[in-house]
């Protein structure tokens, strides 16, 4: 797996209708400003991964954190996918 496109939450914005389409450019490539997160600035989940200097949520010495499960309404298996992606890049990374 290319962890380099998972981003702040832990999705790949690469099968992305949105971003193939041209409507976004993705959370990574837009430092989190994206259309999603239109009159509210920058994602709020990206910024705090990068103000804990981590490339993704599951990777956090926080994680798992209100504010993670607050904001990401949509996947309510968000705490146990990040997980299962933060164990396989450290088994990949081996750390």
Known sequence: MDYSKI???GECCDGCQKKKDGRCKGCIEAD??????V???RCK?????????????????C???DKLTEII??????VEHLTNVAKKY?????F
Do not use: M
Not at 32 to 37: D, H, N, S
Not at 90 to 94: A, D, F, H, L, S
């Open 39 to 41: 009159g509210s600035g």
């Open 63 to 65: 994680f798992p954190c």
């Open 90 to 94: 450290r088994e990949q990374n081996k």
């Open 45 to 61: 989940i990206h910024a705090c991964t990068r103000e804990h200097k981590v490339h993704f949520c599951g990777l956090c010495s």
């Open 7 to 9: 981003t702040a939450c």
């Open 73 to 78: 309404h949509w996947n309510t298996n968000i």
């Open 32 to 37: 989190g400003y994206v259309p999603e997160w």
